[in-house]
RNA sequence: GGAGAGGUGGCCGAGCGGCUGAAGGCAUCCGCCUGCUAAGCGGUUGUGGGGAUAAAACUCCACCGAGGGUUCGAAUCCCUCCCUCUCCGCCA
């Protein structure tokens, strides 16, 4: 959420914003509404005032026991004046709420402006990626032939787009679980085992609602909705709290399973383990003073590649350019790996910085002094990595011509020493 | 799921229809005092919003779990919901 005050101030502004993102807002329809619940505001409050005033005569009256219906009379017309504004300015105030929700975030200046993914800039490459001496094959097939990836398991069970991992396949993917974890428990991130469950509240405060409700998985009965990611419930753990400058950065990491209708989607796209309902990630979160938010993305990117650099999976780096960038992010980098079977550049890590528009929604504060009055403050996260496409990766880069799977070094400890996935 | 108890400021805790943004204590910060430490004395310190301002100062309004209602007036009375605790039941 944007401050409204600078929405007032700046209406130029967040309209260039909003078409640098490709959105559609009537921001003049907005403030037309915001200036008319100021004015009853005005004029409430002092109709408010006033009947402080003359509640304070009649409690003297009342106490010198002196008659006073006139006084009680002109107090009943003020009251009923009160209520009607009063139900007007909740009204406005109501609609003005949801149509700030509708607001994204504004582009970070360095942002590229741009309307397509054409437009993204590649700001970093690492590893060489080298044409394999046969013809690679594509992971599902990979997996299948090793009998550690069933697809007809998963979709007996739920239908398209779920995958069942078996044997080795189940354990590879523990083993990076476990190997992420440890990793950014050294970086500093303090590990957090989360509800893969929340409220509407929760949504709304790290930016999915209003916007994504198609996408996402929702248990009617409790008014519960399964996370799409572990930013959801990570984020929101500060939510309504103000936290002591000193303890800032604070930086959390998580394992979660995340749920997406991922509604839309097709074909390639959708095949394999690249796009799936239900996915594995550990995502790291981070709440930063508003100052150092956008170096805390640099070494927030850090923090995801190093992963990649110690798996040795070459990978780019990319910039999101204006109207890519989600609709909470003021700045984006994609990391991606290259997958030789797919031929592809799949997305194995979003890093964001959100500045004060997650916190702004789910207000989460700090303070500088002990005193001092309470700030927004900036929320980043990024993930570190996602599951399947990591496995995915690893799959297509590390086969080998006789149908083995070479396993990255820094995995063979948590795999019970084996060095290959074979038949 | 059933029965009870309770939710008030940074914390503890009073208030149960008007002068209560809220006693008292603890804590905070500032000053004074005392060789040091501890204590003592005086003062200070909530959040959100409107107006004002270059920014403040200032001023007004709201906020005692949330939302409604009664009333001229609600922290206080009534209703609904949420949360916490205790006991019982049920279940991994």
Known sequence: MLDRKFIRKAPDTVREGIKKKGVEFDIDGFLELDDRMRSLIHEVEKLKHERNVSSEKISACKKEKKNCDDLLAAMKKTSNRIKEIDVEVKDIGERLDELE??????????????????????????????????????????????????????????????????????LLSRALVSFMLDLHIEQGYEELSVPYMVSRDCMIGTGQLPKLEEDMYFCEKDDLFLIPTAEVPVTNLLRETIIDAGELPIKYTSFTPCFRREAGSYGQETKGLIRVHQFDKVEMVKFVRPEDSYEELESLLGDATVVLEKLQIPYRVIELCSMDLSFAAAKCYDIETYAPGVQRWLEVSSCSNFEDFQSRRANIRFRREKCGKPELLHTLNGSGLALPRVIATILELNQTPTGKVRIPEVLVPYMGGREYLEA
């Open 101 to 170: 929700l509708d607001i994204p975030n504004m582009p970070h200046e360095t942002v590229p402006y741009g309307t397509c993914p054409d437009h993204n800039v590649h700001v970093k490459h690492w590893g060489e990626v080298e044409d394999l001496p046969f013809e690679p094959e594509p992971h599902w097939d990979i997996g299948e032939k090793l009998g550690i990836l069933d697809m007809g398991g998963g979709s007996r069970l739920s239908g398209r787009g779920f995958v069942v991992l078996r044997g080795a396949g189940a």
